[in-house]
């Protein structure tokens, strides 16, 4: 059997890699069968939150499953009108990929504002201020506040999350509530808990790591005020793989330097950006000119470590399992200079030895392709969109001068059964913010 296409491999790795060993082409062909509609009404596509929540689902679904539908009775100017891909909420949803009209023939539906579905399955995206998820379909719970546009990111993600849950054969996918709060995730929401209407944007940031949730840090960046300094530290070129899971990355941008795919990006937004196209190392980033909050997106401890000795007054980092069994897995981290981290150098897993055993593998014409696809790990849009959600509220929560958590852990198949550490006081000097209304 031939190579599978490395631009979707690394998403049909969930179904390949589970115990139910699907063939590539077969997992493929399962998510391309897909017809996906997203619907939003004439009143939600003027929000913030229903702009991002349309944006969001096109960009992952289409990753995910490459064929999208959106209807909208309206074409409104987008909030952000800086945003790189269009000036109108259907033209940017046609330079995503998707076909502007009601697909009569769709298999699957997210609703934003809209209560009607006659598709089989359909969920709607919800959110409050700084609540966020969605709903089932037959759950009328009504909107709150839609100035929020992370929550509009999270909640279309989350609902193309259940998308692809129904796809794998999860019984509960669009079955029940899942709601989070942004602001808190580690508390219980409720409807009162909404989070604050004003809050501070970050002027100054340091993204180290520009792959899959570097750009979903990105993403998210790009439905907010822009700041003054945004420095992009990556090393690597766009692979094909990183089509699949980047959000700001396509096909044209392969071989490409990551950080002046995502300097492109940030440019246009308004950012001041500045690349530094190399490994992190303490004693070469040292600069009392930095910006304060760093956030790193990296898959292995040691470089983390490295950044974390770099003592930034801030560090909120995003760490996600790499196999079939826990790739939806969160975990957020805030450092403050004078803590220690808590990452654990260990022995890595060899479970791709398991793997290459596997019929989907040993079918391979390309063993040593084979290899290299069993030691990739697994990585879905969808997850990077709500980690950029999650981490970006934390950095807003410290710029905005209120205390965090050290660290929190949530799985997208359940996100409000979050288990978190201690609190992080709130800092002692300011940060640096932008005014911003949610």
Same mark, same amino acid.
């Given at each position: 059997?031939?190579?599978?296409?490395?631009?979707?491999?690394?998403?049909?790795?969930?179904?390949?890699?589970?115990?139910?060993?699907?063939?590539?082409?077969?997992?493929?062909?399962? $998510?391309?069968?897909?017809?996906?509609?997203?619907?939003?009404?004439?009143?939600?596509? #003027?929000?913030?939150?229903?702009?991002?929540?349309?944006?969001?689902?096109? /960009? #992952?679904?289409?990753?995910?499953?490459?064929?999208?539908?959106?209807?909208?009775?309206?074409?409104? %100017?987008?909030?952000?009108?800086? +945003?790189?891909?269009?000036?109108?909420?259907?033209?940017?949803?046609?330079?995503?990929?998707?076909?502007?009209?009601? @697909?009569?023939?769709?298999?699957?539906?997210?609703?934003?504002?809209?209560?009607?579905?006659?598709?089989?399955?359909?969920?709607?995206?919800?959110?409050?201020?700084?609540?966020?998820?969605?709903?089932?379909?037959?759950?009328?719970?009504?909107?709150?506040?839609? *100035?929020?546009?992370?929550?509009?990111?999270?909640?279309?993600? *989350?609902?193309?999350?259940?998308?692809?849950?129904?796809?794998?054969?999860?019984?509960?996918?669009?079955?029940?509530?899942?709601?989070?709060?942004?602001?808190?995730?580690?508390?219980?929401?409720?409807?009162? @808990?909404?989070?604050?209407?004003?809050?501070?944007?970050?002027?100054?940031?340091?993204?180290?790591? *520009?792959?899959? =949730?570097?750009?979903?840090?990105?993403?998210?960046?790009?439905? $907010?005020? %822009?700041?003054?300094?945004?420095?992009?530290?990556?090393?690597?070129?766009?692979?094909?793989?990183?089509?699949?899971?980047?959000?700001?990355?396509?096909?044209?941008?392969?071989?490409?330097?990551?950080?002046?795919?995502? %300097?492109?990006?940030? @440019? /246009?937004?308004?950012?001041?950006?500045?690349?530094?196209?190399?490994? +992190?190392?303490?004693?070469?980033?040292?600069?009392?000119?930095?910006?304060?909050?760093?956030?790193?997106? $990296?898959? @292995? =401890?040691?470089?983390?470590?490295? =950044?974390?000795? !770099?003592?930034?007054?801030?560090?909120?980092?995003?760490?996600?399992?790499?196999?079939?069994?826990?790739?939806?897995?969160?975990?957020?981290?805030?450092?403050?200079?004078?803590?220690?981290?808590?990452?654990?150098?260990?022995?890595?897993?060899?479970?791709?030895?398991?793997? *290459?055993?596997?019929?989907?593998?040993?079918?391979?014409?390309?063993?040593?392709?084979? +290899?290299?696809?069993?030691?990739?790990?697994?990585?879905?849009?969808?997850?990077?969109?709500?980690?950029?959600?999650?981490?970006?509220?934390? !950095?807003?929560?410290?710029?905005?001068?209120?205390?965090?958590?050290?660290?929190?852990?949530?799985?997208?198949?359940?996100?409000?059964?979050?288990?978190?550490?201690?609190?992080?006081?709130?800092?002692?000097?300011?940060?640096?913010?932008?005014?911003?209304?949610?």
């Amino acid at each position: 059997m031939t190579m599978p296409s490395m631009v979707m491999s690394r998403i049909t790795k969930v179904l390949t890699d589970s115990s139910d060993g699907v063939g590539f082409a077969e997992a493929e062909q399962r $998510l391309r069968c897909v017809r996906l509609s997203i619907s939003i009404d004439g009143e939600q596509a #003027t929000t913030p939150a229903g702009q991002a929540a349309v944006l969001t689902a096109v /960009a #992952t679904a289409m990753k995910c499953f490459g064929q999208i539908s959106v209807s909208c009775p309206s074409d409104p %100017a987008l909030h952000n009108h800086r +945003f790189p891909i269009g000036r109108s909420l259907m033209a940017a949803c046609s330079s995503l990929g998707a076909t502007i009209s009601r @697909d009569g023939q769709a298999t699957h539906q997210i609703l934003v504002g809209v209560q009607q579905s006659s598709t089989p399955f359909a969920v709607r995206c919800w959110w409050d201020g700084w609540l966020a998820g969605y709903r089932p379909r037959w759950d009328a719970v009504p909107l709150g506040s839609s *100035l929020n546009p992370l929550a509009g990111v999270f909640a279309g993600a *989350l609902s193309v999350r259940e998308v692809f849950a129904q796809v794998r054969g999860e019984s509960r996918a669009g079955r029940r509530e899942s709601v989070i709060s942004l602001w808190e995730p580690w508390m219980h929401t409720s409807l009162r @808990d909404v989070g604050p209407t004003v809050a501070y944007v970050p002027k100054k940031l340091w993204i180290v790591g *520009l792959g899959h =949730v570097g750009q979903g840090y990105l993403w998210n960046l790009g439905f $907010l005020p %822009a700041g003054t300094q945004l420095v992009l530290q990556d090393y690597q070129d766009v692979g094909d793989e990183n089509v699949g899971t980047g959000l700001i990355t396509s096909a044209r941008e392969v071989r490409s330097r990551k950080t002046r795919v995502a %300097a492109a990006w940030a @440019d /246009a937004l308004g950012w001041r950006s500045e690349i530094i196209e190399r490994r +992190f190392t303490v004693d070469r980033e040292i600069d009392t000119s930095r910006p304060p909050i760093v956030l790193t997106a $990296l898959d @292995d =401890v040691v470089p983390r470590i490295a =950044v974390a000795q !770099a003592r930034f007054p801030y560090l909120v980092d995003a760490g996600l399992g790499h196999s079939a069994s826990d790739f939806e897995v969160i975990q957020v981290r805030v450092i403050r200079s004078s803590d220690q981290h808590t990452w654990t150098v260990g022995l890595t897993s060899a479970s791709h030895d398991r793997l *290459l055993t596997t019929e989907p593998y040993s079918e391979l014409s390309d063993q040593c392709g084979a +290899f290299t696809l069993a030691s990739a790990s697994v990585a879905v849009p969808f997850v990077g969109a709500c980690a950029g959600a999650l981490v970006l509220s934390q !950095a807003i929560r410290i710029t905005s001068l209120k205390p965090t958590i050290s660290i929190l852990q949530t799985e997208l198949g359940s996100p409000d059964a979050i288990s978190h550490g201690s609190e992080v006081p709130a800092p002692t000097t300011n940060p640096g913010g932008t005014e911003a209304r949610f």
